[in-house]
């Protein structure tokens, strides 16, 4: 019976196996030790490469998030009330540093209730305006019945520069006036006389209620005691 081809070569093997045997048999504490070495060399490999893989998830950067910060800003505009003798009365947001001229553009500019000489006299189209401020254009009407008045400038033109006023005697002068001198006047008190103080100068006495120093109630009470130059 003819072998066949696999038990020829299970034969081949076993020949070859068996040929090594003298050879494992001389070295065989060496071979023992050289599998050792080679297995903790591919343990230790495979150990380094997990030990990294882990330490490139632990360093792995991600976004930040810091918190957020209430930082205060300054208001970069201001609102200012216009009413009376204008086109379009209401509040207005203006620019910090913004001027009558603007406001009374901003308002759509002046009606035709209101007087044009009397307006220009005592407002002052280059004023910078403050926030919360409050402009009233007094009406024809207003005028006429006595609601709002005007003091009386004599102008010597010989010195141009100088305006004096016709004030009546005994009259507190608002622009030279001492710190007493205000507190002595009705509705003046301490903080109210220091404001005047500081908001010197003033075009007219109106100023102090159109800038709102004094309520309209106090400067009703107050208005026939003082004047300005």
Request: charged share 20%; glycine share 6%; aromatic share 8%.
């Amino acid at each position: 019976m003819t072998p066949s081809r696999f038990s020829i070569m299970m034969g081949i093997m076993q020949g070859f196996v068996n040929s090594f045997k003298p050879i494992f048999a001389s070295y065989r504490n060496e071979i023992v030790l050289l599998s050792i070495s080679i297995g903790i060399c591919i343990a230790s490999a495979v150990l380094f490469m997990q030990s990294n893989t882990t330490e490139l998830k632990d360093t792995a950067v991600y976004p930040v998030a810091y918190p957020s910060q209430n930082v205060k800003k300054t208001p970069a505009d201001m609102v200012i009330d216009v009413s009376g003798a204008v086109q379009q009365p209401g509040a207005y947001r203006l620019p910090l540093g913004s001027r009558m001229e603007d406001a009374i553009k901003k308002a759509g500019g002046l009606s035709d209730s209101c007087e044009k000489l009397f307006f220009a006299r005592n407002y002052n189209l280059a004023r910078i305006l403050t926030d919360q401020e409050k402009i009233y254009i007094p009406t024809q009407d207003d005028l006429q019945s006595g609601v709002f008045g005007e003091n009386t400038h004599v102008l010597d033109y010989t010195l141009p520069s100088t305006m004096t006023s016709a004030e009546d005697p005994g009259k507190i002068n608002l622009n030279t006036a001492s710190q007493d001198e205000l507190e002595s006047l009705p509705t003046i008190g301490e903080v109210t006389a220091k404001k005047i103080l500081d908001s010197r100068p003033f075009q007219s006495v109106d100023d102090v209620w159109k800038r709102n120093i004094l309520n309209v109630n106090s400067f009703e009470q107050v208005k026939e005691f003082i004047t300005v130059n």
